[in-house]
């Protein structure tokens, strides 16, 4: 059975910095795509960044593009979320995920991962 946990989030100031990571075990990590994803309240979860299985395509979405950065470790079975230049409107509970079946793309769309942490907030002061 796959867990992941998240850490890493916390308050920072707008224009500041964090790294999330997510710590993975269970099973053969190294061969899915992974993401992250954010739910901030009275919203609905939204697609950040993901990842191929071997770090070589990443995909953002366009509100993060050029300040946030996904990276793997696969032989530490480790996701991380690098985030600069934070803006209030990040806040939000962020959550990584593993996809459903390796297929050689990075999905974007929440349907296509099957597990999910628990979430880390990341809380952004103006």
């Known amino acids: 059975q796959v867990q992941l946990v998240e850490s890493g989030g916390g308050l920072v100031q707008a224009g500041g910095s964090l790294r999330l990571s997510c710590a993975a075990s269970?099973?053969?990590?190294?061969?899915?795509?992974m993401g992250w994803f954010r739910q901030a309240p009275g919203k609905e979860r939204e697609f950040v960044a993901a990842?191929?299985?071997?770090?070589?395509?990443?995909s953002y979405a366009d509100s993060v593009k050029g300040r946030f950065t996904i990276s793997r470790d696969n032989a530490k079975n480790a996701l991380y979320l690098q985030m600069n230049i934070l803006r209030p409107e990040d806040s939000a509970v962020y959550y990584c995920?593993?996809?459903?079946?390796?297929?050689?793309?990075?999905?974007?769309?929440?349907?296509?991962?099957?597990?999910w942490g628990l979430g880390t907030q990341v809380s952004v002061s103006s």
């Open positions: 269970g099973r053969i990590f190294s061969s899915y795509a």
């Open positions: 990842i191929s299985w071997n770090g070589s395509v990443r």
């Open positions: 995920a593993v996809e459903r079946s390796p297929a050689g793309r990075v999905p974007r769309a929440s349907y296509e991962y099957a597990v």
